[in-house]
């Protein structure tokens, strides 16, 4: 069982910086590919940016393109979502996505992904 969990999210004024991270864990020796989607209140889910198991391959949505960006650490395991320059529209509750797969590019569709974590919520003011 793979087990997905994020931190980070929180409360900033328009314009403001937030750092959400995911760990994977659960199957040893497994690199993830993972990644961020977001669903605001009333709105479906939606891509927002996500990572291929080797850090090689990144993708963003248009929507958050040169003001997010992905990351993942040496293990492959943990990814950053760094977002700067916020907005209220990003207001929304971030999942974070992981599949074991030898894809090396970033998965974008979220029918791909296994392992959901429970969400963190993200408010930005104005």
């Known amino acids: 069982q793979v087990h997905v969990v994020e931190s980070g999210g929180g409360y900033v004024q328009a314009g403001g910086s937030l750092r959400l991270s995911c760990a994977a864990s659960?199957?040893?020796?497994?690199?993830?590919?993972m990644g961020w989607f977001r669903q605001a209140p009333g709105k479906e889910r939606v891509f927002v940016a996500a990572i291929s198991w080797n850090g090689g391959s990144t993708a963003y949505a248009d929507s958050v393109k040169g003001r997010f960006t992905i990351s993942s650490d040496n293990a492959k395991t943990t990814v950053y979502l760094q977002m700067n320059s916020l907005k209220p529209e990003d207001t929304a509750v971030y999942y974070c996505?992981?599949?074991?797969?030898?894809?090396?590019?970033?998965?974008?569709?979220?029918?791909?992904?296994?392992?959901w974590g429970q969400g963190t919520q993200v408010t930005v003011s104005s």
């Open positions: 659960g199957r040893t020796f497994s690199s993830y590919a």
């Open positions: 996505a992981a599949v074991i797969t030898g894809k090396y590019s970033a998965i974008v569709d979220e029918w791909e992904y296994d392992y």
